[in-house]
């Protein structure tokens, strides 16, 4: 059973270009999480995700951020006309279907390290 | 409002015993989890708490005590690998989602 992938590993974006990270979660698994990660601090929440729908973007900027996990194929985080300010780590989650409790157990992908010159 | 304290940095000798508090102030509180990083890698998950006391995984324990608002995780006979960060994440009633420490770093040494 493959663990959480996500890909690419590590991204380079000029500044204003945008950027699109995948995340395919472990089989079985419907709820996919987004979290970004700073140098030395902890893993922000940003985005909840259940199959074509997104269920808590309370984390999100309001802005140029946008998340999606369509019917097929991987969730997917885009960020568009990227700031040096987004480089960061970003890690996407998965957990089984949590039948109305809470998905206290999540299984993290390698992240994505985008790096905006 | 929702915070979790934890000490930004722990230090331990091979063999010994650490323990990794964690305070929380998180409306709608569920249950505790804890996570390990290595750097560059990705946050493992180790243990949870949704009762007071405490819960056993090896050389690995996590401690509730939910009137205190606190937590700890234990770690027993130090390894040179237990080197690594260490989260603390809440959960939130009707929230399917966790709220993360901002990690101890916990360097251990011969």
């Known amino acids: 059973n493959a663990g959480v992938m996500q890909n690419p590993r590590h991204l380079v974006r000029r500044r204003g270009q945008e950027a699109r990270l995948r995340c395919s979660p472990m089989?079985?698994?419907?709820?996919v999480y987004w979290y970004r990660q700073l140098p030395e601090e902890g893993l922000k929440f940003m985005v909840y995700?259940?199959?074509?729908?997104?269920?808590?973007e309370s984390g999100m900027p309001k802005e140029r951020f946008s998340a999606e996990f369509p019917k097929e194929g991987p969730s997917i985080l885009r960020i568009q006309q990227v700031v040096r300010g987004d480089s960061a780590a970003y890690f996407c989650?998965?957990?089984?279907?949590?039948?109305?409790?809470?998905?206290?157990?999540?299984?993290f992908g390698p992240g994505t390290r985008l790096t905006v010159t | 409002g929702q915070s979790l304290e934890q000490p930004s940095e722990v230090t331990a000798v091979e063999g010994a015993i650490v323990q990794i508090n964690c305070t929380y102030q998180t409306s709608g509180f569920y249950g505790l989890s804890w996570y390990q990083q290595h750097d560059g890698g990705a946050p493992t998950f180790l243990s949870y708490?949704?009762?007071?006391g405490l819960e056993e995984t090896g050389r690995f324990s996590s401690f509730l005590s939910r009137s205190d608002s606190y937590g700890y995780l234990l770690l027993q006979e130090l390894q040179m690998k237990d080197s690594a960060s260490y989260f603390c994440?809440?959960?939130?009633?009707?929230?399917?989602?966790?709220?993360f420490g901002a990690g101890t770093r916990l360097a251990v040494h011969p």
């Open positions: 989650a998965s957990s089984p279907p949590s039948g109305g409790g809470v998905s206290y157990e999540q299984y």
């Open positions: 708490n949704a009762l007071d």
């Open positions: 089989k079985g698994h419907s709820h």
């Open positions: 995700l259940q199959k074509e729908n997104i269920i808590d």
């Open positions: 994440a809440a959960a939130k009633r009707g929230y399917n989602k966790l709220i």
